[in-house]
């Protein structure tokens, strides 16, 4: 499914007087099946854009279109992974993997087959029957990734998941989801302040600045997956997104890396 955001500012009140422009005329077009990444440092609006696109905020001004529909509430279209997991305690893996099936009045047995299904492609289906507690940080957002995954979403909306985890599990993540998105080809917005991260999994990846957040710029990343980080031209590539937040925050290059 293709999304089309169309000048999209979003303004919070804080208090009487006081307001903050969290998204400032945003217009972005992402393609049916393709990987965006959304990268920029804290405050730039990333999450605001991504509830907006979720259907969870309304924008002050302009509109999201996907398909050519406008959106103006949530849908089983669209998934959305948040950093803080947010698994139900009460429930097992299995159980939290197949929630979103049971909304959907799958009948129980069909839908602990695909939660099954799903729990293997994130290499968890020896923790099925165990609860979130005793799970790590990786693990639990691999169950987070498929409870998502396992309504098979034309979209998936990922804000910073892989933001809480040590760099080992965040990378063979990273390649995980790289294969589950070749397998099942969503539409994918990522956010991310990595830059690492964003090269390595996006098409594209969307340079956002704050006070107002607004789109900067934006790189094409034509690399065949999955990617190297020590490649030649991914670092070409990790130059130049350094390059342009350099230009942007009006950062030296040389104290940036
Ligand atoms: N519900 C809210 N009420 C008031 N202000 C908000 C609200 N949500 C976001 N903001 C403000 O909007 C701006 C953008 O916030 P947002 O959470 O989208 O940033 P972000 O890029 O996701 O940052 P981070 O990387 O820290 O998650 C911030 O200045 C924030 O204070
Ligand atoms: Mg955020």
Known sequence: MAIL???VRKSFH?????EIIALNDVSLGVE?????????????GKSTLLKIIAGLEQASSGWVEIDGQKITAPSSDRAIVFQD???FPWRTVVENVQFGLDLRKVPAKEARKK??????LVNLCNFANVYPHQL????KQRVAIARALVLEPKILLLDEPF???????RMQLQFELTSICKKNSPTVIFVT???DEAIYLGDRVVIMTPNPGKVNAIVNVQLPKPRNRTDYDFNKIRDRVFREFSLVTETSLEYVI
């Open 163 to 169: 933001g809480a985890l040590d760099a080992f599990t």
């Open 85 to 87: 997991y947010a698994l």
């Open 32 to 44: 049916d099946q393709e990987f965006v990444c959304l990268l920029g440092p804290s405050g730039c």
């Open 193 to 195: 302040h990595d830059i």
């Open 115 to 120: 939660a099954l299904e799903y729990l293997s």
């Open 5 to 7: 955001v169309h000048d």
């Open 136 to 139: 790590s940080g990786g693990m």
């Open 14 to 18: 804080l208090q009487k007087d006081r």
